[in-house]
C-alpha cells in the first residue's frame, strides 16, 4: 500500500520534468519553425504542438496532486513547520506559475507575458526543487539520520542491560536499568 509520505516523493517528480519538457518543445517549435511542431502564417502561430501544452496539462494536474499529498505528509510531523511552510510556499508558487504557463500555452503560446511566466515558473520550480533537496538531504535535519542515531543509542543501552542482567540476576536499585 502506498502511503503520503512515500506518494508525494513520487507523484512530485512529475511536475518539474513535465514542465521542463513542455518548455522545451515550445522553445524547439518556436525556434525551428518546424512543421511538425507549430507553422507560422503572417504574424500569426498556428500550433500544432498539442504534445507540448499536453505536457503542461498533465504536469499541472500533478502539481496540484504533489501540493495536496504534501499537506497530508506534513500531518505526521517527521520535519518542524518551519522547515516544511518554506518548501510548500516554494511549490504553492511554483503550481501558481505552471497553471498560468499552462493557460498561456493553450493562448497566447509565444506573447510577453507567457514568455515571463514560463521564466518565472522555471524560478520557481528551480527554488522549489532546491527546497525539497534541503529538506530531504539536510543531515542536520533528517529524520532518518535522527532515528538511526537514537536507534543505535537505545541498542547500545539494551545491550548494556542486558549484560548486567547475564551477570545480576536481581535489582536491589530499579534507577540500574
Same mark, same amino acid.
Given at each position: 500500500?502506498?502511503?503520503?509520505?512515500?506518494?508525494?516523493?513520487?507523484?512530485?517528480?512529475?511536475?518539474?520534468?513535465?514542465?521542463?519538457?513542455?518548455?522545451?518543445?515550445?522553445?524547439?517549435?518556436?525556434?525551428?519553425?518546424?512543421?511538425?511542431?507549430?507553422?507560422?502564417?503572417?504574424?500569426?502561430?498556428?500550433?500544432?504542438? &498539442? &504534445? %507540448?501544452?499536453?505536457?503542461?496539462?498533465?504536469?499541472?494536474? %500533478? @502539481?496540484?496532486? @504533489?501540493?495536496?499529498?504534501?499537506?497530508v505528509?506534513?500531518?505526521?510531523?517527521?520535519?518542524?513547520?518551519?522547515?516544511?511552510?518554506?518548501?510548500?510556499?516554494?511549490? $504553492?508558487? $511554483?503550481?501558481?506559475?505552471?497553471?498560468?504557463?499552462?493557460?498561456? @500555452?493553450?493562448?497566447?503560446?509565444?506573447?510577453?507575458? @507567457?514568455?515571463?511566466?514560463?521564466?518565472?515558473?522555471l524560478?520557481?520550480?528551480? %527554488?522549489?526543487?532546491?527546497?525539497?533537496?534541503?529538506?530531504? $538531504?539536510?543531515?542536520?535535519?533528517?529524520?532518518?539520520?535522527?532515528?538511526?542515531?537514537?536507534?543505535?543509542?537505545?541498542?547500545? $543501552?539494551?545491550?548494556?542491560?542486558?549484560r &548486567?542482567?547475564?551477570?545480576? &540476576?536481581?535489582?536491589?536499585?530499579?534507577?540500574?536499568?
Open positions: 500500500m502506498i502511503s503520503t509520505v512515500s506518494f508525494h516523493p513520487f507523484i512530485s517528480h512529475f511536475p518539474p520534468a513535465l514542465f521542463f519538457s513542455g518548455l522545451t518543445l515550445l522553445f524547439l517549435a518556436h525556434k525551428k519553425n518546424d512543421v511538425k511542431l507549430s507553422y507560422h502564417e503572417g504574424n500569426k502561430w498556428y500550433e500544432i504542438i &498539442s &504534445s %507540448a501544452t499536453f505536457n503542461l496539462s498533465l504536469g499541472l494536474f %500533478a @502539481a496540484v496532486i @504533489a501540493n495536496f499529498s504534501g499537506m505528509s506534513v500531518d505526521i510531523n517527521l520535519r518542524t513547520v518551519v522547515d516544511v511552510e518554506g518548501h510548500q510556499g516554494y511549490a $504553492f508558487l $511554483f503550481t501558481l506559475f505552471y497553471g498560468f504557463s499552462a493557460g498561456y @500555452a493553450y493562448t497566447n503560446t509565444f506573447s510577453r507575458t @507567457a514568455v515571463g511566466f514560463y521564466i518565472a515558473g524560478l520557481a520550480m528551480g %527554488a522549489c526543487l532546491f527546497s525539497g533537496y534541503q529538506m530531504v $538531504f539536510s543531515w542536520r535535519r533528517n529524520p532518518a539520520y535522527l532515528v538511526r542515531r537514537n536507534s543505535e543509542s537505545i541498542n547500545q $543501552f539494551t545491550t548494556e542491560v542486558t &548486567s542482567k547475564n551477570t545480576n &540476576s536481581t535489582y536491589t536499585n530499579d534507577n540500574e536499568i
